[in-house]
């Protein structure tokens, strides 16, 4: 166990709808990163907050957005589904600093029907 | 221009032997690290291993050793004596110090079937 507990661990919906996928870091960790695991796409960075504020931007849909809470748990949006928004969805987090790992959630599994 | 290559998609071995998956990767910093993780078919991430760019001692953990080799740009994975529970993708990723967003940038995956 990482320590990251992500929910829902599934979730299917119907193109065009919203979701929200949500993400509590490991106890102290101030940096959660959001990443999308497709069979096209492999694994690819969406984005990253620290303590509240976004620190970067990876490969994430205009449709997509993301917000960190002030009690550090965070919350990926994604909005008017395609089909080819099903994937696994992974949120990490980190200590401050570069060396450190990162430590995954189990995911999300999304299915777009 | 930064990447992770790893060139074995798919390997299958026999219970008891030795496995080596390969790592190749593109970076210009000169101070980055390197990660492996491994995802079992239950689908998580875990976390097995950090290395930093300016340590190039390999590690043994247990069955587990890595061999960092700069000159060749590599960071191979050595399973000794596998097991059917070694059976999972392993992902290497690369993180840059010189990246602000800390993100790591990983491999495509080498899918390890252990076979009883």
């Known amino acids: 166990d990482s320590g990251v507990t992500q929910t829902p661990k599934h979730l299917i919906t119907a193109t065009g709808q919203r979701v929200t996928l949500r993400c509590s870091p490991r106890?102290?960790?101030?940096?959660v990163y959001w990443y999308q695991q497709s069979l096209d796409q492999g694994l690819q960075f969406l984005i990253q907050?620290?303590?509240?504020?976004?620190?970067a931007k990876g490969n994430i849909l205009e449709r997509f957005s993301a917000q960190q809470f002030p009690d550090l748990h965070s919350e990926l949006n994604l909005s008017s589904l395609e089909l080819g928004d099903s994937a696994l969805y992974f949120c990490?987090?980190?200590?401050?600093?570069?060396?450190?790992?990162?430590?995954f959630g189990p995911g999300t599994r999304l299915t777009v029907l | 221009a930064q990447k992770v290559t790893q060139a074995q998609t798919e390997i299958s071995v026999v219970e008891k032997e030795d496995v080596t998956l390969d790592c190749v990767y593109e970076?210009?910093?000169?101070?980055?690290?390197l990660f492996w993780y491994k995802q079992p078919p239950s689908g998580e991430l875990v976390f097995l291993i950090r290395?930093?760019?300016?340590?190039?001692q390999n590690e043994i953990s247990g069955r587990y050793s890595w061999n960092f080799q700069k000159s060749t740009s590599s960071f191979n994975f050595t399973i000794t004596a596998s097991q059917v529970v070694d059976s999972a993708v392993y992902f290497c990723?690369?993180?840059?110090?010189?990246?602000?967003?800390?993100?790591?940038?990983f491999g495509s995956g080498t899918r390890l079937l252990v076979r009883p």
């Open positions: 990490a987090s980190s200590s401050s600093g570069t060396s450190n790992e990162q430590f």
């Open positions: 106890s102290g960790d101030l940096s």
């Open positions: 907050y620290y303590n509240g504020e976004e620190r």
């Open positions: 970076t210009r910093d000169t101070t980055y690290y």
């Open positions: 290395r930093n760019s300016f340590d190039e």
């Open positions: 990723a690369l993180r840059q110090r010189g990246d602000s967003s800390y993100k790591l940038i």
